[in-house]
């Protein structure tokens, strides 16, 4: 599916407040829907990029022949959802933020992955 088709899917998690596909590599996001006040996602993007190279370092730093699945930041009042893509560019990762009131984070765990792995680039 297009990138596009991805974002609207992701927005259509319960609780979902953005989602971005995102370029570790460069830090830039390649498609957005969502945020608005007090989530920028441009910034959320070039931010969880740091996070996402950091991981991915101390994987290679202890030697440990793995790849992440996705990474979980639980803020008080959000949850952001960051999940590598196995696309054969390998440094896209989707980004998602969720609100912990309105969203289950199982259900949107398990969902990002579906839209990952249908995600075409």
């Known amino acids: 599916m297009s990138i596009e088709t991805s974002l609207k899917e992701a927005m259509a ?6 989602v971005a596909v995102v370029d570790y590599e460069s830090g830039m996001s ?3 829907l969502g945020g608005g006040q007090g989530l920028d996602l441009e910034v959320a993007a070039a931010g969880n990029t740091e996070v996402v190279r950091a991981k991915t370092r101390t994987l290679a730093t202890l030697g440990l022949n793995d790849t992440v699945e996705d990474i979980l930041i639980t803020l008080g009042r959000q949850y952001h959802i960051i999940r590598p893509l196995a696309s054969s560019s ?6 998602l933020a969720l609100d912990r009131v309105r969203g289950n984070l199982a259900l949107a765990r398990h969902a990002l992955k579906r839209i990952g792995n249908g995600l075409e680039v």
């Open 13 to 18: 998690i319960d609780g979902a407040i953005g």
């Open 30 to 32: 390649l498609g957005t």
């Open 90 to 95: 390998g440094s896209l990762f989707l980004y």
